[in-house]
């Protein structure tokens, strides 16, 4: 499985935008970048995912670089409740999803 | 939104006995997973299941767990003889008809072995 490096924690400043990077550089050509979050115990939220290009949903932004190796979620506008833990995943085939330690995001009034 | 639903939402069992946790995917989807999490640890991949077989399973869920699907809608995870370990959240998953999409998790069933 390919793996992927996050910063363990990062505060952002509420109405500001949040910038999450994630290295991936072992990513094959055929798998997807995944993004989820986690708010306490509750399950994993989907939030976007991408393959090579840009994407944009109505929580998030992806942009991936293009060697692939790396990604970063941005979320525009960031509010207190989006404060979570957010994972980085390069998925198998089969669909098995490795999730990492992620990144604590804090979102400060 | 369609969302996959969990139930119970929390079990506690007597260490030896054996736990079925149920899951409804969301209806159009045809890939299905089981995670868990043990308290302040990560998510950890258990099994996928797909046109009724077993995909992929990795290396905790051994001869002690299984999995079915039992009518067009559910979807169980069953531990036969529950051991103090085994006590974790279980999240169930699923997605669409194409496994490259993304995974959609239930809230999870908090599992307490006494």
């Known amino acids: 499985d390919a793996k992927t490096t996050q910063p363990t924690s990062m505060d952002c400043a509420e109405g500001r935008a949040a910038n999450l990077p994630c290295n991936h550089s072992?990513?094959?050509?055929?798998?997807?970048v995944y993004w989820y979050r986690q708010i306490h115990s509750q399950g994993p939220q989907y939030i976007i995912h991408g393959l090579k290009n840009n994407e944009t949903n109505e929580m998030a932004s992806l942009i991936i670089t293009e060697d692939r190796k790396s990604s970063t979620l941005i979320l525009p506008h960031a509010t207190l409740r989006d404060t979570a833990v957010y994972y980085c995943i390069v998925r198998t085939n089969a669909g098995k999803s490795t999730f990492g330690d992620g990144t604590t995001l804090t979102v400060k009034p | 939104e369609p969302e996959v639903t969990q139930t119970p939402s929390h079990q506690v069992t007597q260490m030896g006995q054996e736990v079925i946790l149920r899951c409804v995917p969301i209806?159009?989807?045809?890939?299905f997973y089981w995670y868990r999490q043990i308290l302040g640890q990560k998510v950890e991949f258990l099994v996928s299941f797909y046109n009724n077989e077993i995909s992929e399973k990795s290396e905790i869920f051994d001869d002690q767990f299984s999995v079915e699907r039992p009518d067009g809608s559910n979807f169980t995870l069953k531990i036969r003889s529950t051991k103090l370990e085994d006590s974790a959240m279980y999240f169930c998953?699923?997605?669409?008809?194409?496994?490259?999409?993304?995974?959609?998790f239930g809230d999870g069933t908090r599992l307490s072995i006494l």
């Open positions: 072992t990513i094959s050509g055929n798998e997807y």
């Open positions: 998953a699923s997605s669409g008809r194409n496994s490259n999409q993304p995974q959609h």
């Open positions: 209806s159009n989807h045809l890939y």
